[in-house]
């Protein structure tokens, strides 16, 4: 391989952001890293590498997926280094499997070797034994796999077109019932699902750290007795038990809704729980904020008319503001986190990630103005800031 000028020049770019943001730490700069990193390995490989690789990843995610039922993850984190032949005896597993489902570990990173057939657990291995990577990438797996498998074929049928109805999703085609419905039949996988939920943001900036909190304060209201916060779709309510614990001053009721299997048993202290369905009219009336995170990106835009309907109703014109926590997606270098996650939501729901062209077009669409928009950081998402359009 040769190393030519314009490969050179980015070595140097990723060198000089790996000391920068080791003396100086920053989200941007990590990105950029990552990015880079990419870039460079795009460049390395041949085209052929490259095409080869993303022919073999799905394989990859199957072996994940049987290691964590296995147990091997948890098992080399207590014990830190096993051997093909331990892992058999204490999973039941055959040896020749295990063997062959960790090289694909290994050569992964999720784990190290330190023998022949020997395996050591490193931080990676560690962050599968979590809630993130153990339940997350379980259920997703589970929810998302047989409709990825038959993505092609749904689109084939359907002359190409974008999909646009709840009713009508790609995973409605392949399994029969779109994402809810299928985690309300599977409580197994509802609990992996709440799990993952809780747990995807954890060591994050929260809404509340770039949000301008006392925005919702004051207007010569008083909210003492009345709703701060109402958490729309808030499942177990992991993000209205973190404001709570940052604002425990603050007066006004915080209230927690999802639907009523989603919220049974969640107890948050300080924190009101409520079982609600969204595509009804809200019943708390004139709070400060109906908060929403990872909700609209769920839904086409015909479902989230109806949810913003339901709120307005509900709003004091005033003073109450929806704030929405999603994706806002450039219209020139979208991550491949993202782009990833709204193939992911197109298939299980018919939802989709938006640009800010596409917020301001949905939220217009039911007489919501965009107030104002604040970054989480690079590749992660945005508070979005809107009430009625003053007539
Ligand atoms: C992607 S999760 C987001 C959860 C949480 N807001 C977060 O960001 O971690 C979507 C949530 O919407 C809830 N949900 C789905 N359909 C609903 C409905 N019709 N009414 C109320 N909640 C619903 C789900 O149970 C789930 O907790």
Redesign the pocket.
């Known amino acids: 391989m040769t190393i030519n000028t314009p490969l050179r020049s980015l070595m140097n770019r990723l060198s000089q952001a790996v000391m920068k943001d080791d003396a100086n730490p920053s989200p941007q700069l990590h990105y950029e890293v990552l990015q880079m990193i990419d870039q460079l390995r795009s460049a390395v490989e041949s085209p052929t590498e490259t095409v080869l690789r993303l022919i073999y990843q799905p394989p990859q995610n199957a072996a994940i997926r049987i290691v964590i039922e296995l147990g091997i993850f948890d098992l080399l984190d207590r014990d830190t280094v096993l051997s093909a032949t331990q892992l058999a005896k204490y999973t039941g597993a055959e040896r020749d499997l295990i063997v062959r489902l960790m090289r694909v570990m290994v050569s992964l990173g999720l784990c190290g070797m330190s023998a022949p057939e020997t395996y050591a657990a490193n931080e990676k291995t560690v962050a599968l034994t979590q809630p993130i990577g153990r339940d997350g990438l379980s259920c997703i797996f589970d929810l998302t796999l047989p409709t990825l498998s038959k993505l092609p074929e749904y689109m084939r049928s359907n002359g190409f077109s974008n999909p646009k109805d709840y009713a009508l999703s790609p995973m409605q085609y392949a399994v029969g019932q779109s994402q809810?419905e299928w985690l309300a039949s599977n409580p197994k996988q509802q609990r992996l699902f709440n799990s993952y939920?809780t747990s995807r943001r954890e060591g994050r900036p929260m809404w509340f750290n770039v949000y301008p909190v006392e925005r919702l304060f004051g207007h010569g209201v008083p909210f003492e007795d009345t709703t701060f916060l109402v958490d729309v779709?808030?499942?177990q309510g992991?993000?209205l038990g973190k404001f709570r614990q940052e604002y425990s001053h603050l007066p006004g009721r915080l209230v927690l809704?999802?639907?009523p299997e989603?919220v049974k048993g969640a107890a948050c202290d300080g924190v009101e729980v409520m079982g609600?369905?969204?595509?009804d009219p809200q019943p708390v009336k004139g709070a400060r904020a109906y908060y929403f995170?990872?909700?609209f990106h769920?839904w086409p835009d015909h479902i989230c008319q109806r949810i913003l309907r339901n709120t307005i109703s509900a709003m004091a014109r005033d003073y109450s503001r929806i704030l929405i926590v999603d994706f806002v997606l450039s219209d020139t270098e979208t991550p491949l986190m993202q782009g990833s996650i709204d193939i992911q939501m197109m298939s299980i729901g018919a939802g989709m990630e938006r640009s800010q062209q596409q917020w301001e077009r949905l939220l217009g669409s039911v007489g919501l103005e965009i107030t104002g928009m604040w970054s989480q950081g690079p590749g992660m998402e945005s508070v979005i800031e809107a009430v009625p359009m003053s007539s």
Not at 276 to 279: A, C, G, R, V
Request: charge should be negative; proline fraction near 0%; hydrophobic fraction near 40%.
């Open positions: 809810f939920m779709g808030g499942n992991h993000d809704q999802d639907l989603v609600h369905n969204f595509l995170r990872a909700i769920d």
